[in-house]
């Protein structure tokens, strides 16, 4: 694992960022997966600024979403399709038809779970980026019993939604999801997870040094061969 800490959010975009730039411009094709929530905005930021400085396209990139809210309209404003191009697509020149997110209002949530597996697996992640929950979560692999395996529907824990109802406000927050699994994540050939704060502290404490164990999900990357981890200090207290 490669650990990289720095003073502010700011840096870690920055650096975040031109790594993912790198990349893009290496194999302007590039797959690449993204999250929502609050660690990756930055990068964001930094990315859609970098476009319009001419230092980057996204105009043959596909993309991956980690996960998306089940029963919650795809045009409301706490979907992660709406988080995700009003935070960057709007802002740069992908193209809609190479934007690819689960569907959390299929019919059949098992279909379109393989459905979306079988599509990561022809087109395969490039570069995943992460955040982690404070539970040790990855996408909306919550802590378990077991490791999960492919993309599934998922019912949110309580630190889940205590974390995320803040953005709730008229419709309550769901409670079920659908998420990429754990093989979903890993089989990502770069992964790179954001985690900024103290209240991430012991799950990057998890991540980098607890047991491997589904207790902590995001441990299981520590056998995934090219991890960065990018982190403040408050983050990385425990270390
Ligand atoms: C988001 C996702 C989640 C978040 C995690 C951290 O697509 O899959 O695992 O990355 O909950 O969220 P923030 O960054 O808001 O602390």
Same mark, same amino acid.
């Given at each position: 694992m490669n650990l990289h800490i720095f003073d502010t959010a700011e840096q870690i975009a920055v650096a975040v960022g031109n *790594? *993912?730039? %790198?990349q893009l411009n290496e194999k302007p %094709?590039? @797959?690449m997966g993204f999250a929502t929530g609050a660690s990756p905005v930055p990068t964001y930021k930094y990315l859609i600024k970098c476009f319009n400085e001419g230092k980057v396209s996204f105009k043959d990139m596909t993309t991956f979403n980690l996960d998306e809210y089940c029963d !919650? =309209? @795809?045009e409301d404003k706490n979907s992660y399709f709406t988080f995700m191009h009003e935070n960057l697509f709007n802002h740069i020149d992908v193209? #809609? #038809?190479n934007v690819n997110f689960l569907n959390g209002n299929a019919e059949d949530s098992e279909a379109e779970c393989v459905r979306y597996d079988n599509l990561i697996d022809e087109k395969k992640i490039d570069v995943q980026l992460l955040g982690i929950g404070q539970n040790g979560h990855i996408g909306f692999n919550e802590p378990a019993d077991k490791f999960t395996k492919g993309s599934f529907k998922v019912q949110l824990t309580q630190s889940t939604i205590d974390a995320n109802s803040i953005y709730f406000d008229e419709n309550p927050m769901p409670h079920y999801a659908l998420t990429m699994g754990t093989v979903s994540i890993m089989k990502s050939k770069k992964i790179i997870l954001i985690a900024t704060g103290a209240s991430k502290a012991d799950a990057i404490y998890g991540l980098v040094n607890g047991e491997i164990t589904p207790n902590? =999900?995001?441990s299981i !990357?520590? @056998?995934h061969p090219d991890v960065h981890i990018f982190m403040d200090k408050a983050a990385a207290a425990k270390l």
């Open positions: *790594m *993912m730039i %790198e %094709e590039s @797959v !919650l =309209p @795809v193209k #809609e #038809e902590c =999900p995001a !990357l520590q @056998v």
